[in-house]
């Protein structure tokens, strides 16, 4: 994918907005595991209210802030501040931009699959890769078709279910690398 370095001004800007206000949530998120307290969790929730405004305005200017546009670190936080979204209705129109995106090779594929997943599980519905693990039990929620969900995960860039499992289960990377 291209880097930013290469991108114009405004591209540039739009990828440096996009990092920093992924990085302010994950730091705010990672103060109050520290200190868990109702102010923390208050401040976390401004910040993704106010990474969903501005990425919702992102969208509306520009469409979704593909890898090809903004470069794949920010395309990778501009998801991190979807799936933090509080609103489903943003998440399932930006869903059908990514999918468009990564069949038009603009994105990676594993972007759609955490968010088509994300949705699945708001909606109730199975999942298709297994990227949403219910917290309470270290289980994936429901999978569609489960026999093959490795077969899925392959074709998008994931490993193995079970491995992402284990290192959920042993605290290494419950974001499976998102």
């Not at 869903?95 to 468009?100: G, K």
């Not at 594993?110 to 890769?129: K, M, R, S, T, W």
């Not at 429901?142 to 491995?163: F, K, Q, Y």
Request: aromatic content about 4%; charged content about 20%; proline content about 7%.
């Amino acid at each position: 994918m291209e880097h930013t370095s290469h991108a114009a001004p405004h591209e540039q800007a739009l990828a440096a907005e996009l990092v920093c206000r992924a990085e302010d949530e994950r730091r705010l998120a990672q103060e109050a595991r520290s200190a868990p307290t109702t102010q923390a969790r208050g401040r976390i929730a401004e910040c993704r209210a106010g990474n969903a405004d501005a990425l919702r305005a992102i969208v509306a200017r520009h469409g979704w802030p593909t890898a090809d546009l903004v470069g794949e670190p920010a395309s990778t936080a501009a998801l991190m501040i979807l799936l933090h979204s509080p609103e489903l209705g943003f998440q399932l129109t930006c869903r059908d931009l990514i999918a468009e995106a990564v069949a038009d090779g603009r994105c990676p594929a594993v972007h759609h699959a955490y968010i088509a997943d994300h949705c699945a599980v708001e909606l109730g519905q199975p999942q298709f890769y297994g990227t949403r693990i219910n917290p309470a039990t270290l289980f994936p929620y429901p999978i569609r078709n489960p026999e093959t969900v490795d077969d899925r995960r392959h074709d998008v860039g994931l490993g193995p279910l079970t491995e992402h499992l284990r290192a959920v289960r042993s605290g290494l990377g419950a974001s499976g690398g998102l």
